[in-house]
């Protein structure tokens, strides 16, 4: 059964790839960090909820590293020009972690079948929702063989030691087995018809939640209220 249908605190898709956005439009302002810590936890309670237990611990340490490392842009701004030109990469981290976290979550705990079904709920344009559908289908076949090329150079003794070597026999492949993932991907779409202008019947229906509701406007509370206050 898809994840969507099955967690309760699982939102639908849509849901989950507007929180992204959301956020994105809050990088652009000073949000207090009582507020980024509120969206943190917010975030790690659904990934613990939806199985990722892992991620749930890694969303939390890893804010707190970087909220100890940059505790105030103010901070960095007052620092001597190397310094700053440092420890500013670590504020652009910090800055952009709350959107790719949110983001992060839409993607591990959404299938295609779901999104897809989502997409075509709210009539989405098919230039939008098929880009969408074919990266659901990229990154998870990419990992695994990313991660099969990095096992079989580690057992010939190529590491990051040796970065030329590591570059020619790590990241050409990789560049190579990405172009045949897409190209099988869209052979695959065009096999379905992903194109047909039919209206398809779906397997998988979709339908919101109070998950859903809960979960974008205690976004929108502290997004609003870590500017304003």
Same mark, same amino acid.
């Given at each position: 059964?898809?994840?969507?249908?099955?967690?309760?605190?699982?939102?639908?898709?849509?849901?989950?790839?507007?929180?992204?956005?959301?956020?994105?439009?809050?990088?652009?302002?000073?949000?207090?960090?009582?507020?980024?810590?509120?969206?943190?936890?917010?975030?790690?309670?659904?990934?613990?909820?939806?199985?990722?237990?892992?991620?749930?611990?890694?969303?939390?340490?890893?804010?707190?590293?970087?909220?100890?490392?940059?505790? #105030?842009?103010?901070?960095?701004?007052?620092? #001597?020009?190397?310094?700053?030109?440092?420890?500013?990469?670590?504020?652009?981290?910090?800055?952009?972690?709350?959107?790719?976290?949110?983001?992060?979550?839409?993607?591990?705990?959404?299938?295609?079948?779901?999104?897809?079904?989502?997409?075509?709920?709210?009539?989405?344009?098919?230039?939008?929702?098929?880009?969408?559908?074919?990266?659901?289908?990229?990154?998870?076949?990419?990992?695994?063989?990313?991660?099969?090329?990095?096992?079989?150079?580690?057992?010939?003794?190529?590491?990051?030691?040796?970065?030329?070597?590591?570059?020619?026999?790590?990241?050409?492949?990789?560049?190579?087995?990405?172009?045949?993932?897409?190209?099988?991907?869209?052979?695959?779409?065009?096999?379905?018809?992903?194109?047909?202008?039919?209206?398809?019947?779906?397997?998988?229906?979709?339908?919101?939640?109070?998950?859903?509701?809960?979960?974008?406007?205690?976004?929108?509370?502290?997004?609003?209220?870590?500017?304003?206050?």
């Amino acid at each position: 059964m898809p994840v969507f249908l099955d967690n309760p605190y699982n939102p639908n898709p849509i849901s989950k790839l507007l929180v992204p956005f959301l956020l994105g439009f809050a990088v652009f302002y000073k949000v207090n960090t009582c507020f980024e810590w509120g969206i943190v936890f917010l975030l790690s309670v659904l990934f613990y909820k939806n199985g990722l237990k892992k991620e749930a611990l890694k969303n939390i340490l890893f804010f707190g590293a970087l909220c100890l490392i940059v505790p #105030n842009v103010d901070v960095v701004r007052s620092m #001597n020009a190397i310094l700053m030109m440092v420890f500013m990469l670590f504020a652009v981290f910090r800055m952009f972690y709350l959107p790719f976290s949110a983001g992060s979550f839409f993607v591990k705990t959404s299938d295609v079948g779901s999104v897809i079904s989502s997409m075509d709920k709210i009539r989405l344009p098919r230039a939008v929702s098929i880009p969408i559908a074919v990266m659901f289908r990229f990154f998870p076949s990419f990992r695994e063989e990313s991660r099969n090329i990095k096992l079989a150079m580690r057992i010939r003794g190529i590491t990051f030691k040796n970065p030329i070597s590591y570059i020619e026999y790590v990241m050409v492949p990789l560049l190579v087995i990405s172009a045949n993932i897409s190209d099988d991907i869209a052979k695959a779409a065009e096999t379905k018809c992903i194109e047909n202008p039919i209206k398809k019947t779906r397997y998988i229906s979709v339908r919101l939640k109070i998950v859903d509701l809960v979960y974008v406007l205690l976004m929108l509370i502290m997004i609003i209220g870590g500017i304003v206050w």
